[in-house]
Structure formats: structure tokens, C-alpha cells
């Protein structure tokens, strides 16, 4: 075969390509969904139907490496922070990749309200997003709105990694799995609170006791008064809308009485604390 002719043929196989790829997608853009398909476990929904508290392992260190060891000690979920935590975008999908592996769903703190930063994280496999610095009825709309598919929202398809999280089609699935997260830690979320919990497409909310004792107090107590009347307030409002709540503990003093008051999820300090907490326990027990 001469020159002309390879080439001719290596432009007829591209565009052969071209038209399945693009029929590939169309197909699966249309797929209805099917009821009969096996689907994966939602952990957060499941466990709020029994009622039962899950335990969020809060990851700020971000080394996909720690993960297994989270997993095998039993925490049911990860959230991974990339508002406070270490690493960019590569590092999060190497924890995705990780917690997946381990069986953990994983949720995504993404810096800030940014559709772009919240489609990348679902796009590479979180199942939800917290979203930190929500002051108002409209930011947590225009957060939801990001998370979710049209109708109801306007994130862009390339589930590249997501659609591997659930059996039969995504796109068509993703909307009623993929957890919307505004953070309420701020005194106008608190302000706007009912209005919150009435959009469609607010899955959970996260109560951010240290950023709100800030915002109530002008100073970092989580154990002020004000903090505490909203917890009690969140918690309350939550459970008459149906959605799930999430909250951060600092320790374990604070979270027990959380986890008996009914919150859906409770998270217990960061890796970076459990680390330090154990270097330094460590070097205490060599040198008494």
C-alpha cells in the first residue's frame, strides 16, 4: 500500500471512530433508567432511614495511603477538605480512588461556591458535596444548581469517574444519589435557615459549630450559649424537612452528646489532630 492510500485509509478509520464515539454518547445520554438494575449502596440515605449516626472520617492531610487504614478501623465515610486541607485536584481523586477501593462513600469540601470546583469533584466520583461560606438562601441555591442535572439543576455532563459509583446509567440515577451539602456557619444561613431547607435538591447540611461561634459570638467558643441554641435550632429544623444532618465535633467530649441527640453524621476532629494527638501520646508514654 503507497503513502496516499495508508493515509486515506487512517482518515477513513478516524472518522469511523468519530461517528461511534459520538453515537456512544448520544446512546447513553438517552438511556432511561432501569429499575431492574442492581444498585449500589447509598450509605448516607440508608443510614438516615434507620436512624442510625455515621461516623465522617475528616480528611485535611489528604494521602490516599491513610485511607485504607480509616476504612479497615471501620469509619463509615471520608470527607475529603480542599478548603482547609492539603493538595489540589489530584490529590482528591487519588483519596476518590482510595475510598472507593476501601468501600467508604466519600464526600468533597470544595473551597468555595464555585460550579466549576463542585462539578470536578462529582465528575471525579464524590458522591456529595459540603460547600463552606453559604450566607444566604440564594448561595445555596445557586450551590444545588451546580450539583445537580437538569431539570433541577445545571451541572455539566463528564461523570469521567463518576458513573463507575453506580450500576446501570448515571446521568439518569444521579440527581436522587449525589448529596447537595451547604455548610451553615454563617450568621445569614442561620438567618435564611428555613428558606435553605426548602430547596429542592438540599440533601444535608453541614453545621460548622467553630466558623458560626465566630460569626454569633466574635470569638472562636464553640461552647457559647449562642452556638449551642443553634445547633439545637438546625438539628430540629432538619428533622421536620427530612434532611440529613451533619455536623463537625472538635473531640470526643464534644461529639457524644451529638451523636445522642440524633445527628445523622458526626465528624471527630481531623487526621491531622488524630496524628498529632498520637505522636504526642506516644512520646509521652516512652518518656514517663
Known sequence: MDVVARVRCAVNWTRIEYVIKRAIVEIEMQIEPDNSEPLVEDRFRQASREGRALFCAWLTINSPSLIDSIGEAGWDSILIDQQHGLGGHDAMVGCLTA???????????????DPGLVG???????????????????????????????????????????????????VSQANGWTIACP?????????????????????????????????LTGRFDIQAREVKEAMSLVLGKCR???????????????????????????????????????????????TE
Request: charged letters at 20%; glycine letters at 8%; aromatic letters at 8%.
Open 99 to 113: 475510598a472507593k477501593a476501601a468501600g467508604m462513600p466519600a464526600l468533597v469540601r470544595v473551597a468555595n461556591n
Open 120 to 170: 470536578r469533584a462529582l465528575d471525579g466520583g464524590a458522591q456529595g458535596v459540603v460547600c463552606p461560606l453559604i450566607n444566604s438562601a440564594e448561595d445555596a441555591q445557586r450551590f444545588v444548581r451546580a450539583v445537580k442535572y437538569p431539570p433541577l439543576g445545571a451541572r455539566s455532563w463528564g461523570p469521567y469517574r463518576a458513573q463507575l459509583s453506580r450500576s446501570g446509567n448515571y
Open 183 to 215: 455548610q451553615i456557619e454563617t450568621r445569614g444561613a442561620l438567618d435564611e435557615l428555613d428558606d435553605i431547607l426548602s430547596i429542592e435538591g438540599v440533601d444535608m447540611v453541614c453545621f460548622g459549630p467553630n466558623d458560626l461561634s465566630a460569626a
Open 240 to 286: 421536620e424537612r427530612s434532611v440529613m444532618a451533619f455536623i463537625f465535633a472538635n473531640d470526643m467530649d464534644y461529639a457524644r452528646p451529638l451523636i445522642d441527640a440524633g445527628w445523622n453524621m458526626v465528624a471527630i476532629g481531623t487526621d491531622a489532630g488524630w496524628f498529632a494527638a498520637a505522636a504526642a501520646n506516644r512520646l509521652k508514654q516512652l
